[in-house]
């Protein structure tokens, strides 16, 4: 045997042993449907795991460090990405996780609203009560105000030298991995901001190649204009912004969501890069103050406005309620029956009550109401989910709104195997690496090698939701695992005990 031949056999020996080496500890999940999350059709094939990362993709063949999983011909989709959630204080309180997982959630994006932690906070927080899914946030216009203009004094514009020190904090947060400015400007905190405030602030975080979310000024009575001030940040400052939960939440509006999308394409088409998210449900979840636009919560013509334009009362219920606690559960149209008064009048009462306990318990910790708003119609939700641009959220937690627990799988249940809205491979594209894409997030939603295992198992003739406002915790069918940093949280509808989830930064 020559020098060359004892060479190679050495080479070939050395990488033997370093092949072994990289299987050791590994997990193969195989005999599965591979969606890899970029909208192609799967393939059959397998997926190994080693540590917290996919290190082979294809038709793999089972080794002796293997642990195996027979994924039974299902579907194995990249973990589902919550593009607008509140999940995290349900994650911290309940270490299960079942809230996210159940629907195949890995990764929650939080700071929503407005509303925020301090990202060096949040990475204490994380370090200090692991939870199941991944964090990722944004910074919030409305925290930014309450920490320089104080609680109590937000119902104002903001002078210039507020503006300036919420853009010197907006400016550190975003240097520590905030993923770009999120606003709330249809609650108090933000409703008296101006467009100028607004602006200034999205500024800083466009230099910062970042991205811009909104809970717009109105999705009812001055929406036209809500849409327009969106448009013109995502205009003037060239860079990504956001609707989120776009809906239609006035009456006389309902079934007009294909003028709202055209209004949409025509600045997509001028260049502004302006996305929605959506969650699918025709109810959403906030508190009875929204319903007053004008903030006039005494104005009988307002509240009738509401009861007969904003929301059906008597489909609507009261899933948070303080001052008495009776009321949840119950319809708007029962409480006022009870109380012997119009529903109008029974708005107004509702808010008044709350409003006087909210005086009287200022050390109150949680929601002193909110309620479960019955307000659009299903082929507009419909329209919103087909939009291209459009990503699926839950804009849930783990309270009374069913979306909390069933945003996804309902998606792949209803709205594309019963419905047909979307194809499987687009309604996955849009919970995975659509968002992960519109988000800057490198490393997960896609199944590829050097991705992190962030991973669902589903069986997409089966899955489905269950939960319901009288019963929002109930869990969903058809998820079959979850797996989040290469560590399995959830199978057979019970979580594993495992809470790997890591804070992602920009």
């Known amino acids: ?44 094939g397998a997926v190994r795991i080693k540590g917290d990362v996919i290190v082979e993709v294809g038709n793999l063949k089972v080794t002796p460090n293997d642990k195996v999983i027979d994924g039974k011909g299902q579907i194995l989709a990249p973990g589902f990405i919550d593009a607008h959630s509140h999940h995290l204080g349900d994650l911290q309180k309940n270490s299960a996780g ?48 309450e920490e320089i203009m104080g609680e ?6 903001a002078t210039q030298n507020e503006v300036d020190k919420m853009k010197m904090i907006l400016s550190k947060e975003l240097s520590k991995g905030s993923l770009g400015l999120s606003t709330g400007l249809e609650y108090e905190q933000a409703f008296y901001s101006n467009r100028d405030e607004v602006l200034q602030l999205a500024k800083v975080a466009a230099a910062a190649n970042t991205r811009y979310i909104s809970h717009i000024r109105s999705e009812d009575v001055t929406m036209a204009d809500a849409l327009d001030e969106i448009i013109q940040i995502g205009k003037i400052t060239k860079m990504p912004v956001q609707i989120s939960h776009i809906k239609l939440a006035k009456l006389s509006d309902w079934n007009t969501a294909s003028s709202i999308l055209t209004q949409l394409e025509k600045a997509r088409a001028e260049g502004v890069q302006i996305t929605a998210d959506v969650y699918p449900y025709t109810f959403w979840n906030s508190t009875l103050r929204v319903l007053f636009p004008a903030r006039d919560y005494t104005n009988m013509a307002s509240a009738q406005l509401a009861v007969t334009q904003l929301f059906d009362p008597t489909q609507s219920y009261i899933v948070q309620y303080a001052p008495n606690p009776t009321y949840v559960g119950k319809t708007v149209s029962a409480i006022a029956l009870e109380r012997k008064e119009s529903d109008a009048q029974a708005l107004i009462s509702l808010v008044a009550i709350a409003a006087d306990f909210k005086e009287k318990h200022p050390g109150y910790k949680g929601s002193i109401e909110a309620i479960a708003a019955k307000s659009m119609s299903e082929p507009d939700v419909a329209k919103f989910i087909a939009w291209p641009y459009s990503v699926i959220c839950s804009d849930g937690n783990g309270g009374g709104h069913p979306r909390g627990y069933g945003s996804f799988s309902r998606v792949l249940g209803k709205y594309v195997r019963e419905d047909k809205v979307l194809s499987l491979e687009n309604a996955v594209h849009k919970m995975t690496g659509q968002t992960a894409e519109y988000l800057g997030i490198k490393d997960r939603g896609i199944i590829a090698v050097g991705k992190k295992a962030d991973l669902v198992l589903f069986n997409p003739a089966t899955i489905i939701d269950h939960a319901a406002i009288l019963n929002s915790h109930a869990l969903s069918t058809g998820i079959e695992m979850v797996w989040v940093n290469g560590q399995l949280v959830y199978a057979q509808q019970k979580a594993t005990g495992k809470r790997p989830g890591v804070l992602i930064k920009r």
Not at 152 to 157: A, C, D, H, T, Y
């Open 1 to 44: 045997m020559n020098l060359k031949s004892i060479f190679q056999i050495v080479i070939a020996s050395v990488c033997l042993q370093l092949s072994a080496n990289a299987q050791k500890g590994t997990t193969l999940i195989n005999n599965v449907q591979v969606m890899d999350g970029t909208g192609t059709l799967a393939i059959k």
């Open 98 to 145: 079942l809230s996210t997982s159940n629907q195949g959630i890995t990764t929650v994006v939080i700071g929503q609203d407005g509303e925020s932690y301090p990202m060096d906070s949040l990475e204490k927080d994380m370090k200090q009560k692991r939870v199941v899914a991944n964090v990722a946030s944004y910074t919030g216009h409305s925290s930014l105000r």
């Open 152 to 157: 109590k004094n937000l119902f104002r514009n």
